[in-house]
């Protein structure tokens, strides 16, 4: 089992920073891959972000050259770097692990294995 928890969530303007953190606890994730989702008020939940564990990033078109993946094996935790936000990036924020130690960073939900309980990110415009 792994255990995860998101930090980092709070309220910023438009065209600010935020950095939204996960750390894993009960196993390494190391050789698991690592992506961010979010979820806003009535939308269904969606990829943002992944790493695999050989460190190949993806992202969604929507947050490519503002958003940056990162992973700290040694910390067992991932990042999630959000520049230039916007009102439309106001969601719930989710870290989910991979385990099947894929080559391409996975998009779809059904490929993570575990979850985190979210953390709330409000840009205001």
């Known amino acids: 089992q792994v255990q995860l928890v998101e930090s980092g969530g709070g309220l910023v303007q438009a065209g600010g920073s935020l950095r939204v953190s996960c750390a894993a606890s009960?196993?390494?994730?190391?050789?698991?891959?690592m992506g961010w989702f979010r979820q806003a008020p009535g939308k269904e939940r969606e990829f943002v972000s992944a790493?695999?564990?050989?460190?190949?990033?993806r992202y969604a078109d929507s947050v490519k050259g503002r958003f940056t993946i990162s992973r700290d094996n040694a910390k067992n935790t991932i990042s999630l770097q959000m520049n230039s936000l916007r009102a439309e990036d106001t969601a719930i924020y989710y870290c989910?692990?991979?385990?099947?130690?894929?080559?391409?960073?996975?998009?779809?939900?059904?490929?993570?294995?575990?979850w985190g309980q979210g953390t709330q990110v409000t840009v205001s415009s």
């Open positions: 989910a692990a991979d385990t099947h130690r894929t080559l391409i960073a996975p998009v779809a939900i059904r490929e993570y294995d575990y």
């Open positions: 009960g196993r390494t994730i190391s050789y698991y891959g």
């Open positions: 790493i695999t564990w050989g460190g190949g990033t």
